[in-house]
C-alpha cells in the first residue's frame, strides 16, 4: 500500500489530486490493473468531476444545499456533522482502471478530494491491483 498526503488549505475547497496519482502509477510501472484510493477521513470525500473555471464553487454551493444545517446530536462536536454525512454520501472511495500504463479517465475527468473541514493534512490509501 501506498499513501498519498495532501495538505488542504482552505475550510472547503476541491483539489485536483489527478498529477499526483498519475505519478505513482508511474512509479509503480503499472501497465494494467486497477488503482485503489481510500480517503483516511470522515469529513472529506473522493470522486471524479470535469473542473472547467468555477465548478470547484459550484460544488461546494451545491453541496452545502443538500444536507441542511439542523440541531446535530453527534456529541463530539456537533457542528462538523454535516461533514461527516456529506463524505458518507460522497463516499471515501474510487477504484479507477489503469490500462497501457495510464488511469483511465474520460478526456475532462480529474480525480477530486473534497475538503469539508480544512485546512488539514489528509491521506488516502493507494492500492494497485495489478
Known amino acids: 500500500m501506498e499513501e498519498l498526503i495532501i495538505h488542504t488549505k482552505k475550510e472547503k475547497e476541491v ?3 489527478t498529477d499526483e496519482l498519475k505519478e505513482l ?3 509503480k510501472s503499472a501497465e494494467e490493473g486497477v ?3 481510500f480517503l483516511i477521513h470522515t469529513s472529506a470525500a473522493l470522486t471524479t468531476a470535469d473542473l472547467d473555471e ?3 464553487l459550484d460544488m461546494l454551493d451545491a453541496f452545502e444545499e443538500i444536507v441542511p444545517q439542523l440541531a446535530y446530536r453527534h456529541p ?3 457542528g462538523h456533522v454535516k461533514y461527516h454525512i456529506l463524505s458518507s454520501i460522497i463516499g471515501p472511495s474510487l477504484t479507477i482502471p489503469i490500462e497501457k500504463g495510464e488511469l ?3 478526456p475532462w475527468q480529474k480525480i477530486i478530494l473534497i475538503e469539508f473541514n480544512g485546512p488539514r493534512e489528509r491521506t488516502i490509501a493507494v492500492n494497485f491491483i495489478l
Open 54 to 56: 468555477g465548478t470547484d
Open 104 to 106: 483511465v479517465l474520460g
Open 35 to 37: 488503482c485503489s484510493l
Open 76 to 78: 463530539h462536536n456537533p
Open 15 to 17: 483539489l485536483d489530486i
Open 25 to 27: 502509477v508511474k512509479e
